[in-house]
């Protein structure tokens, strides 16, 4: 499996903007692709965003497509969930999630997980 490394997480205020990264274990995902979910106390694990490597395609949940991007560094093997204009009701652990796939397949199950970065919004 890959090992993936979240970091970025913190405490905003709401209208503000935190960038997530995440690091896999690897040089090259050309055949994967990247998400992020999260989850909120007592609630399920959603869908935020996803990107398949090779090409760029993206996805975003209807919660947060106006404000949260998602994007990738091929030189630094890096993800990131650009999120912008943050509200209270994004507060929750985000995970960074990878699988092989295409396009096609962004917000099938994801087979390798990190450990989560906790993302707080304060009224």
């Known amino acids: 499996q890959v090992h993936l490394v979240e970091s970025g997480g913190g405490l905003v205020q709401a209208g503000g903007s935190l960038r997530l990264s995440c690091a896999p274990s690897r040089r090259s995902f050309s055949g994967y692709a990247m998400g992020w979910f999260r989850q909120a106390p007592g609630k399920e694990r959603e869908f935020v965003a996803a990107?398949?490597?090779?090409?760029?395609?993206?996805l975003s949940a209807d919660s947060v497509k106006d404000r949260f991007t998602i994007s990738r560094d091929n030189a630094k093997n890096t993800v990131y969930l650009q999120m912008n204009n943050l509200k209270p009701e994004d507060t929750a652990v985000y995970y960074c999630?990878?699988?092989?796939?295409?396009?096609?397949?962004?917000?099938?199950?994801?087979?390798?997980w990190g450990q989560g970065t906790q993302v707080t919004v304060s009224s």
């Open positions: 999630a990878a699988k092989l796939g295409g396009p096609s397949v962004l917000v099938g199950p994801y087979a390798d």
């Open positions: 990107m398949a490597w090779r090409g760029g395609s993206t």
